[in-house]
């Protein structure tokens, strides 16, 4: 005879196996895209550092030559994103 508890909790852990199994996806899948986000900083850094050098060749007083005046726009763009939301 079949006993009601054995089958709730075959139930159960079945539903737990799933579950884990589905934590474990999507886990893997931030994991592809934080490496997917993080190359394309490298990218955007290395854009960057490549339009300092000729900026500064063409102007060398230029104001985005200074970090505190690049971060300053960074600054305003992320705080106006955000105040977006």
């Given at each position: 005879m079949l006993n009601p508890t054995n089958i709730a909790d075959?139930?159960?852990?079945?539903?737990?196996?799933g579950e884990?199994?589905?934590a474990t996806q999507l886990a893997q899948e931030w994991k592809t895209y934080a490496k997917s986000v993080e190359a394309n900083l490298a990218g955007s850094e290395a854009v960057k550092q490549a339009a300092l050098q000729e900026l500064a060749k063409l102007d060398p007083k230029s104001y985005l030559l200074i970090q505190q005046n690049r971060?300053?726009?960074?600054?305003?763009a992320y705080d106006a994103m955000l105040a977006g939301q």
């Open positions: 075959s139930y159960w852990l079945g539903v737990a196996e884990a199994q589905k971060q300053k726009i960074f600054d305003a």
